[in-house]
């Protein structure tokens, strides 16, 4: 043990002397990052790639000359126009700089993408939108919390479900909330313990800012899910809103990958972690969701 100690540490000092590694350049290709949802105009994130030794912050930077088409089983249906956007998302999906004007994407639908920037191969994908699965009900509770420097109470809710039977089913659920009809939602961290959780997505913290699972465990059946969310006497009313998407196969593989590419981050003697993608000619991901929301207003 001790000599493999020893050689594992000798191995990483080799590599980090290495300041010249001959890593081959292949070239700029396109990368597209989307998860089109029924309850949003299309819209996606289109980049170009970077060398591994470029400033890795130069992969949000803005794309402005790209031509996007969209394909709706197989018909051309609309050419997304440019529009610059902050990113102000998950680590996963985000807003796009490239929308649709008037096309929301429909469930059991085939959509494809093509996209061509000058100068760098034309990349093409394509994904089929779920069928939805509708948030039944959601049943609140607050729990007082004794007084001190942390929140006042927390809200428990129930999302109820029904997993469609005889077909295998993939979801992602969210909370955002709202002080003023006037004001856009922010995603709004939880916590969960339920047993159905297989990938979460976060931003480095206790609290989640979504849930992924499958319906390994509850296929066919009625499901509870719950959440719970820390509250502080503020004297003002939230609307929270609760999104259910229904998404894909591709969709769940890409988060998983992600995951265990972040999870392997920074560690020389991990396995190369090999992120999911079904964009031909370029990087990135394509898929879609079918989204099923409620919300109800909370006084906080």
Request: charged fraction near 15%; glycine fraction near 6%; proline fraction near 5%.
């Amino acid at each position: 043990m001790k000599n493999f100690v020893l050689l594992a540490l000798s191995l990483i000092m080799f590599i980090a002397c290495q300041d010249d590694l001959n890593i081959p350049d292949t070239g700029r290709k396109i990368v597209i990052n989307g998860l089109i949802t029924t309850d949003s105009l299309l819209n996606v994130f289109i980049n170009r790639s970077v060398f591994i030794t470029t400033n890795s912050n130069i992969y949000m930077s803005d794309l402005d000359n790209a031509e996007v088409c969209f394909y709706q089983n197989n018909a051309f249906i609309d050419s997304l126009h440019h529009f610059y956007k902050v990113f102000d998302g998950w680590h996963v999906f985000h807003p796009g700089n490239y929308w649709s004007k008037s096309v929301f994407p429909l469930p059991g639908e085939e959509y494809k993408i093509v996209v061509k920037v000058p100068g760098l191969p034309d990349a093409t994908a394509t994904t089929t939108i779920p069928n939805l699965v509708k948030i039944e009900r959601i049943d609140t509770s607050r729990i007082i919390l004794a007084s001190g420097n942390g929140p006042d109470f927390r809200m428990r809710y129930n999302i109820e479900f029904t997993d469609p039977a005889n077909e295998t089913n993939y979801y992602l659920f969210n909370l955002s909330n709202t002080f003023s009809k006037m004001l856009s939602c922010n995603p709004f961290p939880f916590v969960s313990q339920d047993p159905i959780i297989e990938e979460i997505l976060s931003r480095g913290t206790n609290y989640v800012e979504a849930l992924v699972f499958s319906d390994k465990i509850i296929n066919g059946q009625k499901h509870s899910l719950t959440v719970t969310t820390d509250g502080y006497n503020s004297g003002r009313n939230i609307t929270t809103y609760f999104r259910l998407f229904s998404i894909t196969e591709e969709c769940f593989k890409y988060i998983q990958t992600l995951n265990l590419y972040f999870e392997k981050q920074g560690n020389p003697l991990s396995e190369p972690v090999t992120v999911y993608s079904n964009v031909t000619g370029g990087y990135g991901i394509f898929t879609g969701a079918a989204v099923s929301s409620d919300s109800i207003v909370v006084p906080y």
